[in-house]
């Protein structure tokens, strides 16, 4: 159709397939930046930093889930988003999420951005996985 573009939709398909422990995620972003020549090093450099940062504090990263799909569905958010979901919790729900929301204040009036990082809590489902509150 008007407007399509075979190779590119290939290669945003590609990307988007990308998903997998975090640590091996960052190997395979690598090559596909090598081979597809986009230039990822930017934000390569910054998720190796943040998993170093998370395994500096004992965090186990091959623990840890990326997927280039992933997004959260509001429009305020600029930058990294997560969710944490419970092992034993039912259908694996998501129990944490958030993530850098830089543009929040400005689509609410201000005039400048304003750097911010945040999460909500399902405290219900915690509770009923953690047995707290029974």
Known sequence: GAGSNPKAAEILRRYL??????DTAVREL???????????????ASFSARLDALTAKGLATQTLTFAADFGRRLDYYSGFVFEIHGLNSP???????GGRYDKLVRLLGAEAEVPA????????RIARITGAGA
């Open 17 to 22: 397939a990308i998903s997998g422990p975090a």
């Open 30 to 44: 690598r090559a596909f930046a090598a081979e597809t020549g986009i230039d990822l090093s930017e934000p390569l």
């Open 91 to 97: 259908s694996d729900e998501q129990l944490v999420g």
């Open 117 to 124: 990082i945040g999460f909500s809590l399902w405290l219900d």
